[in-house]
């Protein structure tokens, strides 16, 4: 499977952004779908998932109520609401495909290119 990330900007603290996952190729319902981040200088970061079969979802602790994961198999497309956004939201986000949630990089078989968040203080 193909992924591509995009949604992302330049937003100001306390703004929302949406990303968009956007899968080819193989049939999207067979993966769970993972966000990660990474900072300038910082290691990349499991930030979410949604699982393939019953739509589970799991977040990091410091998004929390604060980020909304999706999906949309039909059209091949997983989101990423992001609300009440802060200056350490600030990452290159990107999505990935797996066979099973899980929070490790070395987990996702399947990776897209990343799109920026810049959230301005």
């Known amino acids: 499977v193909q992924l591509q990330a995009s949604g992302g900007g330049l937003v100001q603290a306390g703004g929302s952004l949406m990303l968009s996952c956007a899968a080819s190729?193989?049939?999207?319902?067979?993966?769970?779908i993972g966000w990660f981040r990474q900072a300038p200088g910082k290691e990349r970061e499991w930030v979410s998932c949604?699982?393939?079969?019953?739509?589970?979802?799991y977040y990091v602790d410091s998004v929390m109520g604060r980020f909304t994961i999706s999906r949309d198999n039909a059209k091949k497309l997983v989101y990423l609401q992001m609300n009440s956004l802060k200056h350490e939201d600030t990452a290159v986000y990107y999505c990935?495909?797996?066979?099973?949630?899980?929070?490790?990089?070395?987990?996702?078989?399947?990776w897209g290119q990343g799109t920026l968040v810049t959230v301005s203080s």
């Open positions: 990935a495909a797996t066979w099973k949630c899980g929070t490790g990089v070395p987990q996702y078989d399947y």
């Open positions: 190729g193989r049939t999207l319902t067979r993966y769970a």
């Open positions: 949604i699982s393939s079969s019953d739509d589970n979802t």
